[in-house]
């Protein structure tokens, strides 16, 4: 899947989930016409994912949050949801894979 900054169907679906976040989620003080520059720093923030990255994103930060939510706030859910890479097991499995311990 293609990552954002190189898909305009994915720009227009962040367009689309930001303009509905915006109508259902808190807006404090924040004015509709501010919609464009929000849009534009979403899209800069996160062009290295791809959309169904964002649109989970989107929908976890939904259903636990009720504030507009900053950039920040999607790439940490992002983020939180790759998988973590423990060095010690990765260093075991390739031992193992590679028939190192035999070799020992």
């Known amino acids: 899947m293609k990552p954002l900054s190189e898909s305009k169907e994915a720009q ?5 989930l930001i303009y509905d976040t915006y109508n259902a989620c ?5 004015q509709p ?14 062009e290295d994912y791809n959309i ?15 504030d507009f939510p900053a950039p920040a706030d999607i790439v940490k859910i992002i983020e939180s949801n790759k ?19 035999q070799l020992i």
């Open 52 to 66: 169904l990255q964002i649109r989970d994103a989107f929908k976890h930060y939904w259903k636990t949050q009720s």
């Open 12 to 16: 227009l679906e962040l367009c689309e």
């Open 33 to 46: 016409e501010t919609l464009k520059s929000y849009t534009k720093i979403f899209k800069i923030t996160l």
């Open 83 to 101: 998988p973590k890479i423990n060095r010690e097991c990765g260093m075991k499995q390739i031992e193992e894979l590679l028939g190192w311990k």
């Open 26 to 30: 808190k807006s404090y003080g924040r």
